[in-house]
């Protein structure tokens, strides 16, 4: 008897490209010896409605699209309470998660990489009583993913991020928290942090640091605080760049869990998505939170 497979695709993720391999990548599942279950995803939220539905019948679920698809197919698997492997070909504009994999930027590839594949425990991040796959983030930047027009993203990729994000340099706000972690304890005014198991964000590979591994059950912890004058700017840009953290602007460590209390309300990001406003946020890692099937040459 055939196993039974759910196959999700956003068709407006990247370019739109994915709707012209979805011939192709079905018949290697079906090939393989899958019984497969097509949908493209037609709103936000729609993945995860439909994995609920489909968790309890099938033995495996793909998803194409961007790193947002992945995360409300996880979201979805989460809240179903099932525990059925992933397989994931990725269509975005920036795939930080699939990069970090090494999943194959070819559509079919990936799909032949599934089928052929093996499985691959990973960690994944609880937010609150929510979760996310690679980071939780908040301040400059953070909300250009998801309010940069999806057609000028497609049009452009990285430097739609940029373009959008630069606009906003000259007037940066700036959050007073208190973040603990296990052994750690910081105050102070900050205009970004993120919490992260990726090995780039926003397709740069500089901003977390080296030594990540993505089912240690540790997240890495990268806090600028606000910057006074242009000299202090500077070295937060050149410790970036050159991945040398030799400035007191930038407070960065791992952690299976933290805890961030802030003056205010702050706007977060998900896994690219808006996450909500929050003053009180509890992040712990999940350790081996999902099953994903990676080509087995590549499993770290």
């Known amino acids: 008897m055939a196993k039974k497979m759910l196959f999700i695709f956003n068709p407006k993720a990247g370019k739109g490209l994915m709707k012209n391999h979805i011939y192709e990548i079905v018949e290697i599942f079906t090939k393989a010896g899958f019984y497969v279950y097509v949908y493209p995803t037609q709103k936000a939220g729609d993945a995860i409605e439909k994995v609920q539905e489909f968790a309890k019948e099938v033995e495996i679920i793909v998803c194409s699209g961007g790193d947002g698809t992945l995360d409300e197919v996880v979201t979805g698997l989460r809240q179903s309470g099932d525990n059925v492997p992933i397989g994931y070909i990725p269509a975005g504009s920036t795939n930080d998660f699939a990069n970090s994999l090494s999943i194959s930027k070819d559509p079919i590839q990936a799909a032949r990489d599934i089928v052929d594949g ?33 057609d000028l993203k497609n049009a452009l990729g990285h430097m739609a991020y940029i373009l959008e994000g630069a606009k906003k340099i000259t007037n940066i706000p700036a959050y007073w928290m208190k973040v603990t972690a296990s052994g750690v304890t910081l105050e102070g005014e900050y205009i970004y942090g993120m919490i992260t198991n990726s090995k780039s964000v926003g397709g740069f590979k500089n901003l977390i640091g080296e030594g990540v591994q993505l089912n ?66 509890r992040i712990d890692a999940i350790k081996d939170g999902i099953e994903l099937i990676l080509d087995k040459d590549k499993i770290q």
């Open 118 to 150: 093996a499985l691959y425990p990973c960690d994944l991040g609880a937010f609150n009583s929510d979760t996310f796959v690679y980071v939780a983030a908040f301040g400059v930047f953070t909300d250009v993913s998801y309010s940069t027009n999806q």
């Open 216 to 281: 240690d059950g540790l997240f890495e912890v990268t806090l600028i605080r606000k910057p006074k004058n242009p000299l202090e700017w500077q070295s937060i840009v050149t410790a970036l760049m050159t991945k040398m953290d030799n400035t007191d602007m930038i407070d960065s460590f791992k952690a299976d869990w933290v805890v961030i209390e802030a003056g205010e309300e702050i706007p977060w990001t998900l896994d690219g998505e808006f996450g909500g406003d929050h003053s009180f946020v």
